[in-house]
């Protein structure tokens, strides 16, 4: 009888470490699905990061030309050359007929 106790306890015992090791185990990988995750976010921002980084040292490099430079100075200062005009264009109207009676 003892014998069978002494059994059961080992056997009692086994499946608890084997059902520990087991949720540890599980644990271990969603903790690494999740830093998977986390770790295709990150290099996609570094993506977006780098696209806006080029673009904005293209706009860098175009400003510092003078050439380059006086389509903005046009724009947003509103300002023009000695042998220049500037025109202002106004939105065509719209071509739906009218509703007076």
Known sequence: MLRLAGRITVMFVAVLLFSLAG????????????MAHELSATQSDIGAL??????QLRELRRLRDPEGAIPDIHERLRLVGPKEEMIF?????????STDP
């Not at 780098?50 to 673009?55: F, G, S, Y």
């Not at 264009?89 to 007929?97: D, R």
């Open 23 to 34: 949720v540890q185990f599980a644990r271990l990988i969603d903790q690494n699905i999740a």
């Open 50 to 55: 780098k696209l806006r980084r080029e673009r």
């Open 89 to 97: 264009v106004s939105p065509a109207p719209s071509a739906a007929p």
